[in-house]
Each structure stands twice: as structure tokens, then as C-alpha cells.
């Protein structure tokens, strides 16, 4: 049985790394691609230490289809508090992960072959799971992107504004339309009362006459009849 250590590991591919994370401090997004051989209880390791707040993209699959996914996991691990961030189901040939990291955390992301391990070097305890004692190849594509926390904030900040200022445009424009509805119901009052109080006066002009009109009948009748009585 072979262990590999992650700071071996780390030192191995240091040349690379270095020009990857110099790429890294001159645009806010670096990506690298790797076939691994893993072989059986071993594990192949990566380094991640972000100076920013970032986030990290990872896909991988195995590459063999003539052997069984099962003794293949992949493990990110925080190496300062030792904390689990992404662990690969069991029995997978292909899967990806998205880890969130903060400044000075340090990051692996292990491949490995028939190993329960922690992926850290501070852990030392390690179990095995049923292995076919074969290696492994795969292929692992990992993508950092690196967030501007103070931007993203200022965005956000902008977004609620703007927000703000349209909802403020909109309850301007509902309490104007409420008191073009209130104007406009006090001008139908006002054309109702006046109709009716028209409506009125002329139904009093018409009882008022219609009562002049009876009376008058009434006192014709009444010297038309004593009339002829006197006859």
C-alpha cells in the first residue's frame, strides 16, 4: 500500500501551479485540466490557496469504461479546519462540484482510488473500501473565479436603488391616477347634483301648476253651478 502526501503532491506540480495562479492575479478566472493516474490506496492531490474570495468549479469523470467508478471518490476538504466541502457519491463515473472559498483558506481537492481519507495532512487516519487493486485514470477540470465582494455589494447596492427609485416612480404615478379618480367622481357629483337639483326644481314647477290648474277648475265649477242654482 502507497500513500501520497498532499504536500508532496503539492510540491510536485509547484511549477505549474505557480504559473496558473500567476495567470490568476492578471484576470479573475483561471482554468486547468489534468489526466490523473491514481493508483490503487493512493490519492492524487491539489493545492488551492485563493487570495480572494473566490469560487471554485470542478468536474470530473473517469476515463476507463472497462472498470467500475466504485473505488474512484473525489474529496475537497478546507486544510485548516479540516471541514468536508464536497465528497463524490459512491458508485459515479462522472460528476461535478462547486466549492466556496475565502481568503487564506487552503483548499485540496483529492482524487482517490479505494481510500476514506480526509485528504489533509493533518489527518492521518485512513480507511480503504473494496478495491480491485487496478489504477485509475481521470480527468479532472478545475476552474477558479475569483469575486470582488466590494463590487458585487456596490451592484447590489445599485440593484436596490434602482429599485427603490422605480417603486417610488410607480406609487407616484398610483397616488396621481387616485387623485385624477377622485377629481374626476367629485366632477360627476357635481353634474349629478346639478341634474337633480334641475330635475327638481322642474317637478316643483310642474306640481305647482298642475295645483294652479285645479284650483282654477275647482272655482270655475263652483260659480258655474251657483249660477244656474239662481236660475
Not at 187 to 194: A, D, I, L, P, Q
Request: glycine letters at 6%; proline letters at 3%.
Amino acid at each position: 500500500m502507497t500513500t501520497s502526501n498532499p504536500s508532496f503532491v503539492a510540491r510536485r506540480y509547484l511549477m505549474l501551479w505557480t504559473s496558473i495562479i500567476a495567470g490568476c492575479l492578471l484576470i479573475q478566472q483561471c482554468e486547468a485540466s489534468y489526466v490523473v493516474k491514481v493508483e490503487p490506496y493512493d490519492e492524487q492531490c491539489f493545492y488551492i490557496a485563493p487570495s480572494t474570495h473566490s469560487t471554485i468549479y470542478g468536474d470530473f469523470e473517469m476515463l476507463e469504461d472497462g472498470l467500475s467508478p466504485k473505488p474512484i471518490s473525489v474529496l475537497v476538504t478546507d486544510a485548516q479546519d479540516s471541514r468536508t466541502l464536497y465528497r463524490s457519491r459512491t458508485n459515479v463515473r462522472k460528476g461535478s462540484f462547486k466549492v466556496e472559498a475565502n481568503p487564506r483558506e487552503k483548499i485540496y481537492i483529492c482524487v482517490q482510488n479505494g481510500l476514506v481519507a480526509a485528504g489533509n495532512k493533518n489527518i492521518q487516519r485512513k480507511g480503504k473500501t473494496k478495491s480491485d487493486g487496478l489504477p485509475r485514470l481521470v480527468g479532472l477540470d478545475i476552474s477558479v473565479e475569483e469575486r470582488d465582494l466590494h463590487d458585487e455589494i456596490h451592484q447590489t447596492h445599485s440593484k436596490i436603488l434602482s429599485k427603490a427609485v422605480m417603486l417610488s416612480k410607480e406609487l407616484t404615478k398610483l397616488k396621481n391616477h387616485h387623485e385624477y379618480m377622485r377629481a374626476r367622481e367629485a366632477k360627476h357629483r357635481e353634474t349629478v347634483e346639478h341634474t337633480f337639483s334641475k330635475l327638481l326644481g322642474w317637478a316643483l314647477a310642474q306640481a305647482s301648476g298642475v295645483i294652479l290648474i285645479a284650483v282654477g277648475q275647482i272655482l270655475y265649477l263652483k260659480r258655474f253651478l251657483e249660477r244656474r242654482r239662481y236660475m
